[in-house]
């Protein structure tokens, strides 16, 4: 039979939770009074409640009769005191989790995958992660947007990877030479050799012209066009051909000869990635480092350590080739526009050895230094310096003059003329990464040749479909030393390096040697080659005096006239046209 249940009246307890504390003012509830059979358990609000009653309980033991058994089926309901019952909501609590109907988040196309970012985060960091993976994904796109700009202008040229697999060495390899040594650029890395800082200065010759200060205070906005001096001599002479080195050797002054530009090429060598290559020539006890005729040493090499490779399509005026030859002839008018003019020169022991009377020779003064590296081997280079100047306390100081050159803001990244004035330091860290091997190559050059100082400046086109025309958006100064600290390029890791060759190079016998820089791996090779290659023999005699004054063809400067005249032509085609020819009239005529 069913089993019948009264609910009595419930009372209100006005001084807190649960029934009252007088036994007679509580109910009846289904004729019993319920203070002693009703279970309460004080609770808080952060506890977590259970259940009141269990009205699916099964009434009373099948042993129990009568009135006890209806009273025990009737307080069982709300009775969870048992070990039973206990284990069951014990086992009914573990199992139940709380289902998470949100959506996993959306990870970025290009960005870091998700097996590198299980490790546990706090949940304050969310945000910054989440935020750090929108800025990676960002700049993945705006890498392939450019790559892929660059991917369609460039004829399909691929990565650098790709450039490694199809590039050629900077010199033809002969089947008759001999592989004597390969050198892994890891190797270099870890050499180190303290040479004395203070070299002694054999002789020093020729004369240079002072920094003019007002360079200083150029900027974008005040920027000045570059001239072009068609009339002065550069010259480019390789250690054998320079009649001061011979004259030294002659005298034993050392038993290692070379150029402040050949030492720079070798102290960076593993930063560089273009095949370049450095014939050695052993004559008795003397080490000869030169350079061959047309050698890439003459050139400067543009975005040779940036991720996207140039084309090599020399019509292309963005091709490596084409930018080599328009950095070469940018760098060597800059050096000359920011002298002051017609100023008073400053002469040195003894005149320019390679200029005759009859022409005008780019003022440069030439260091002869010399390094001691052991008791029995010593070491002189031909070093350049390009202007004088004074420092606050009025002392003479010697700089070196370089320009950096802006091509294509779509392909650097960066934007000269919008970003040198107020994020110089961003331009800067862009340089560096797209022409890591070429600074640390004028810094190397700076430390040797003694320079108190060397000048940066920043060149860049006037429009970038045009490569005739540019300006000079600011010039920046820096402590050569100070700016080797802040590119990582240490000094007794380059001397370690140049010790080595020297080292292994002595071992030789008496011969010409080739150093080639690898253009698809990192290491360096040493081949022996016949004594007539490349027509560069060191001889013991002197040359006559009309082979010493003759100045050297400088590719460059015959490059540069071509430059010249080619600009020229291409403003009187434009102004013969309308439309579009116009607007190149009026940028070659600005």
Request: hydrophobic share 35%; aromatic share 8%.
């Amino acid at each position: 039979a069913t089993m019948g249940f009264d609910v009595g009246v419930v009372p209100f307890n006005p001084d807190g939770w649960g029934p009252p504390d007088a036994p007679g003012a509580a109910p009846l509830l289904g004729g019993a009074v319920a203070t002693a059979s009703i279970p309460f358990a004080p609770f808080s609000r952060s506890d977590k409640l259970g259940r009141i009653a269990d009205w699916t309980r099964n009434p009373g033991h099948p042993g129990a009769h009568g009135h006890h058994a209806a009273a025990a089926s009737r307080d069982s309901v709300f009775d969870f005191s048992s070990a039973d019952d206990s284990l069951a909501a014990a086992a009914e609590d573990s199992s139940f989790s709380l289902v998470d109907a949100k959506p996993p988040p959306k990870h970025p196309r290009f960005g870091p995958k998700w097996r590198f970012n299980q490790r546990p985060q706090l949940p304050q960091r969310r945000d910054e992660e989440v935020e750090a993976k929108r800025r990676e994904a960002e700049k993945e796109r705006a890498r392939r947007e450019r790559h892929y700009q660059n991917h369609r202008s460039h004829h399909h040229q691929g990565f650098r990877g790709n450039q490694q697999n199809t590039a050629k060495p900077s010199v033809d390899i002969q089947p008759d030479w001999t592989i004597l040594e390969q050198i892994p650029f890891a190797n270099f890395t870890k050499l180190s050799f303290a040479v004395n800082d203070q070299p002694e200065d054999l002789l020093v010759c020729g004369a240079v012209d002072s920094y003019d200060r007002a360079y200083d205070r150029v900027n974008p906005k005040t920027a000045r066009r570059l001239e072009r001096f068609k009339n002065r001599q550069f010259f480019k002479i390789t250690t054998t051909d320079d009649p001061i080195i011979r004259r030294l050797a002659e005298e034993d002054k050392a038993t290692v000869f070379a150029t402040d530009a050949i030492l720079a090429a070798l102290m960076c060598t593993p930063r560089s990635i273009l095949s370049w290559d450095i014939v050695v020539q052993r004559v008795g006890n003397k080490l000869f480092f030169d350079k061959r005729e047309g050698s890439q040493l003459d050139l400067l090499t543009v975005n040779e350590t940036a991720q996207e490779q140039l084309p090599e399509n020399k019509d292309d005026i963005n091709s490596a080739p084409a930018l080599a030859v328009e950095a070469t002839y940018i760098n060597q008018n800059f050096s000359q526009q920011v002298l002051v003019r017609d100023g008073e020169k400053v002469t040195f022991d003894e005149p320019n050895p390679f200029a005759s009377e009859n022409e005008e020779a780019a003022p440069v003064c030439y260091r002869y230094r010399r390094w001691k590296l052991d008791d029995d081997i010593s070491i002189i280079a031909r070093c350049e310096v390009h202007a004088a100047g004074v420092d606050p306390s009025g002392a003479r100081q010697f700089l070196t003059l370089n320009a950096l050159n802006e091509f294509d803001p779509k392909i650097t990244g960066v934007d000269w003329k919008q970003k040198l004035e107020s994020q110089r330091g961003a331009v800067l860290a862009t340089e560096l990464k797209n022409n890591a091997n070429k600074l640390a190559r004028w810094t190397a050059q700076a430390l040797l040749s003694g320079a108190d100082m060397m000048k940066l400046g920043y060149v860049s086109r006037v429009h970038p479909r045009d490569h005739f025309n540019h300006s000079i958006l600011t010039v920046m100064g820096y402590k050569p030393r100070d700016f080797a600290t802040q590119i990582n390029l240490n000094t007794a890791n380059m001397w370690g390096i140049v010790k080595s060759i020297v080292d292994i190079c002595m071992k030789f016998e008496e011969g010409k040697y080739v150093l080639v820089k690898d253009p698809a791996k990192p290491q360096m090779r040493i081949y022996q080659v016949p004594n007539d290659a490349f027509e560069n023999d060191y001889v013991e005699e002197p040359l006559p005096e009309e082979e010493q004054i003759r100045p050297a063809t400088d590719d460059v400067d015959a490059t540069a006239q071509e430059m010249d005249a080619a600009a020229e032509a291409e403003a009187n085609k434009a102004t013969t046209q309308g439309g579009d020819g116009e607007k190149s009239a009026d940028a070659a005529a600005a």
